[in-house]
């Protein structure tokens, strides 16, 4: 119960915050730049090397996937039933398969699971939801965007490569032991 007092705290701390000050224009993006470079991958190496590896991480790791073949089924199949356009299909295809799993997820992991939640948050998220929406979200875009735009695979695994939560993830699997 704590942990969700803290939660609506920070929540009603933020909008009141918004009504009382003015932020910089570009505060939005400084703040997801230092979540994405500093404070996730800080996370992953503080919490992921806590994790035994064992068969209990295959569900936190396979449930995305199987979570995004059940909502990509699901959604094409209403699109084709209601006839959606092209655009709504896409788009309710990215809403639908790729949630913000950290940003909002770890907060509720930890208030539900405490700490020994987060290492299984942090698999779902990384490489699950992480990996899905770097290699499938651009094929979906493709698939369903006017663009004439062509796929790289090497641009996706550039993509990967490049984020630094999947760094801290690589980095804490071998300080596990997982990548000897």
Not at 18 to 24: E, G, I, N, S
Not at 63 to 86: K, M, Y
Not at 130 to 155: E, H, Y
Not at 166 to 177: P, R
């Amino acid at each position: 119960m704590q942990n969700f007092v803290v939660i609506a705290l920070f929540l009603g701390l933020g909008a009141l915050s918004r009504r009382l000050f003015t932020l910089p224009e570009k505060a939005p993006i400084y703040t997801n730049h230092f979540v994405i470079n500093v404070a996730l991958p800080a996370v992953i190496l503080l919490k992921l090397p806590q994790l035994p590896l064992n068969k209990s991480i295959l569900l936190p790791t396979l449930a995305p996937w199987f979570i995004a073949l059940v909502s990509l089924g699901t959604v094409l199949l209403l699109a084709r039933r209601l006839q959606w356009s092209r655009d709504i299909a896409g788009a309710l295809v990215m809403l639908v398969l790729y949630g913000n799993t950290s940003y909002f997820g770890f907060p509720m992991v930890r208030a539900f699971f405490g700490d020994a939640g987060m290492p299984y948050a942090i698999m779902f998220d990384q490489l699950g939801n992480f990996i899905m929406l770097a290699t499938c979200a651009p094929i979906v875009i493709a698939r369903f965007s006017a663009s004439d735009k062509p796929l790289s695979a090497l641009g996706i695994v550039k993509r990967i490569f490049s984020f630094p939560p999947f760094f801290a993830l690589l980095a804490a699997l071998a300080l596990n032991g997982a990548i000897y």
